[in-house]
């Protein structure tokens, strides 16, 4: 089936360390997306990417880092820099499709620094 | 993409119609409204969507006000699984900009 797919479900950082969540897509989708929730908040916009090779800074792009050389793939990673990382991680794909622009989601990444 | 007021919380008793409302006093003439419900510690999942007209499919309605400045997604026999925060968004077709969902509205559904 189609869909996207996010790895690790659960991971673990140590301080300091960088850690890299997968998104993957296999829905051909150009646009791709991740965001961040906290516990009982709303969904905030790490980073975009409207097409392969590019990709935009969203809300709270501070400590993180992505790239897109694949059209499928969308990895997002959380460096030292990010002092509070520990929050629920998801990854979004949009295409165009005779549905209407839906939106795609992952079922999420839970990553905390132990 | 034009913002979107949605209260807080709401309850609703099981098998009763659950009703939420969704302020878009802002929305242009090609911006969609959708909706979509996130159950905890899942991701978002995409319910319906409409442009002007009245919309209903298998999970629910959308009622969207002749004017377009608000609407309401209408989940005409409420579950316990129905149970979650629901996300109001407008947003253009095919506009692949960055979008915003905000904190939403949390459904409770009580036996």
């Known amino acids: 089936d189609g869909g996207i797919t996010q790895s690790p479900k659960y991971l673990f950082r140590k301080e300091g360390q960088n850690v890299t969540l997968s998104c993957e897509q296999n829905?051909?989708?150009?646009?791709m997306y991740w965001y961040r929730q906290d516990p009982g908040q709303g969904l905030r916009l790490i980073y975009y990417?409207?097409?392969?090779?590019?990709?935009q800074k969203g809300d709270i792009a501070e400590g993180y880092s992505v790239s897109r050389e694949k059209k499928e793939s969308f990895p997002l990673t959380v460096t030292s820099a990010q002092k509070n990382p520990t929050a629920f991680y998801l990854c979004?794909?949009?295409?165009?499709?005779?549905?209407?622009?839906?939106?795609?989601f992952g079922e999420g990444s839970w990553l905390t620094v132990v | 993409d034009a913002k979107t007021t949605q209260p807080t919380s709401m309850d609703c008793a099981e098998g009763r119609a659950a009703n939420l409302p969704c302020n878009h006093s802002?929305?242009?003439?090609?911006?969609?409204v959708y909706w979509y419900r996130q159950i905890h510690s899942q991701g978002p999942q995409y319910i319906i969507h409409?442009?002007?007209n009245n919309e209903t499919n298998e999970m629910a309605s959308l009622i969207i006000t002749e004017d377009r400045k608000s609407s309401t997604l209408i989940l005409p026999h409420a579950t316990l699984r129905d149970t979650a925060v629901y996300y109001c968004?407008?947003?253009?077709?095919?506009?692949?900009?960055?979008?915003?969902f905000g904190s939403g509205t949390k459904l409770n559904v009580k036996p």
């Open positions: 979004a794909s949009i295409g165009t499709e005779s549905s209407g622009n839906t939106i795609y």
């Open positions: 829905l051909n989708h150009d646009a």
């Open positions: 990417s409207q097409i392969v090779n590019d990709f």
């Open positions: 802002t929305i242009s003439g090609n911006e969609y």
């Open positions: 409409g442009l002007k």
């Open positions: 968004i407008v947003r253009a077709l095919y506009n692949f900009n960055k979008f915003y």
